[in-house]
């Protein structure tokens, strides 16, 4: 997991999940937070079909 990213630098996470299925009534929400800090990040995913 990258441990910091720095100014005007791009780093990219992949984090794999086991197989499962959303209905179309059901949502992903991913949480991102600093391990040393107060911010969060929401990741909102939607189905498509």
Known sequence: ???AVGNNSVKR?????PKFVL???EKL???LKEL???R???LKTKLLI
């Open 1 to 3: 997991m990258p441990e």
């Open 13 to 17: 996470l992949v984090y794999v999940l």
């Open 23 to 25: 209905s179309e009534n």
């Open 29 to 31: 929400y991913i949480d």
């Open 36 to 38: 040393k800090g107060s």
């Open 40 to 42: 969060t990040i929401t």
